[in-house]
């Protein structure tokens, strides 16, 4: 059974920097941050490959965020610095079992259940 649990969001201040955590359980699989906003779709903000060779990042996190992985931890992260406001979202962990690494939401089977970042200006 696959499990994911996220965790590290919380209310900053724009500028400022934050690092979610996802323990995951139940297999290695490629693994993204997605993300919500108030009123908005669900959008891809990283992906990372099983074994960390391969990233993907949103044009509006690049140079910003970085995603990342330990294996033998079972942990995924997203390491956000210089956070804006409209960074402000739900944010969830998901884990894919396709074996090209994917950006689209479908290509992930499994799921957290969210973390909330919320930024202020």
């Known amino acids: 059974q696959v499990q994911l649990v996220e965790s590290g969001g919380g209310l900053v201040q724009a500028g400022d920097s934050l690092r979610l955590s996802c323990a995951a359980s139940?297999?290695?699989?490629?693994m993204g941050w997605f993300r919500q906003a108030p009123g908005k779709e669900l959008e891809i903000v990283a992906c990372i490959s099983r074994i960390g060779v391969n990233t993907y990042y949103a044009d509006s996190v690049k140079g910003r965020f970085t995603i990342s992985r330990d294996n033998a931890k079972n942990i995924l992260y997203l390491q956000m610095n210089s956070l804006k406001p409209d960074d402000t979202a739900i944010y969830y962990c998901?884990?894919?079992?396709?074996?090209?690494?994917?950006?689209?939401?479908?290509?992930?089977?499994?799921w957290g259940q969210g973390t909330q970042v919320t930024v202020s200006s």
């Open positions: 139940g297999g290695t699989f490629n």
């Open positions: 998901a884990a894919g079992d396709d074996y090209r690494l994917r950006t689209s939401r479908a290509s992930y089977d499994y």
